[in-house]
């Protein structure tokens, strides 16, 4: 069975730091990855994906994530944070084959604070 | 850009009553998905339905739960006899192809479900 875990449950940062949101995942096949985020009163959105290619996948307003496969690793960064980007991120994967279903992470909450 | 709509955005009912919630995907993709949160906890996914039928469906989604396309447009999420543990946000899905090609899922804005 899958599983994603995202390690920082609610991170508080000042605008203008750079963000590092852990994503580790479990399974023995090939998966899709996806960071989706959240605003407060709204649906989730999707940041950025890695489907195959370059781990190094860059997304919307400045995100950015690397595969590290290794590691089963799928960290999001973006070197400087704004107020805006106050929300709840989630880490999500699915099989490529097989169960097409995503199963995410728990969530982070990050707060920026001006 | 084409979205996801789901309706109501908000739903009241008391236990043991029936609720149906809507939902209309992308016009062209052909895979559908169900999943809910509950307050606190993370996004677990109910159902994915593709070709008039159910796909995948999780341990949650158990005899009280029905899905259908009644139309070829709307895609419904019927709860039979609700129970207090329903209470969630429940997120409709869509996506154009399936896992094996990859392709991402867009999220309607959720139906909050408030069961008393």
């Known amino acids: 069975a899958q599983s994603v875990s995202q390690h920082n449950h609610h991170v508080i940062l000042s605008e203008a730091a750079s963000l590092e949101l852990g994503c580790n995942y479990s399974y023995g096949g090939t998966v899709n990855l996806f960071w989706y985020v959240q605003y407060p009163g709204q649906h989730l959105q999707l940041l950025l994906k890695y489907f195959s290619g370059d781990p190094l996948v860059k997304g919307i307003k400045g995100f950015e994530a690397e595969f590290i496969k290794s590691k089963f690793s799928f960290n999001l960064r973006k070197p400087s944070v704004q107020w805006s980007d106050t929300a709840e991120y989630f880490c999500a994967v699915n099989a490529r084959t097989g169960r097409r279903a995503l199963t995410f992470g728990s969530g982070t909450r990050l707060q920026v604070q001006p | 850009e084409p979205e996801v709509t789901q309706t109501p955005s908000h739903q009241v009912t008391q236990m043991g009553q029936e609720v149906i919630l809507r939902c209309v995907p992308i016009s062209n993709h052909l895979y559908f998905y169900w999943y809910r949160q509950i307050l606190g906890q993370k996004v677990e996914f109910l159902v994915s339905f593709y070709n008039n039928e159910i796909s995948e469906k999780s341990e949650i989604f158990d005899d009280q739960f029905s899905v259908e396309r009644p139309d070829g447009s709307n895609f419904t999420l019927k709860i039979r006899s609700t129970k207090l543990e329903d209470s969630a946000m429940y997120f409709c899905?869509?996506?154009?192809?399936?896992?094996?090609?990859?392709?991402?899922?867009?999220f309607g804005q959720g139906t909050r479900l408030t069961v008393v």
């Open positions: 899905a869509s996506s154009e192809r399936g896992g094996e090609t990859g392709t991402e899922a867009f």
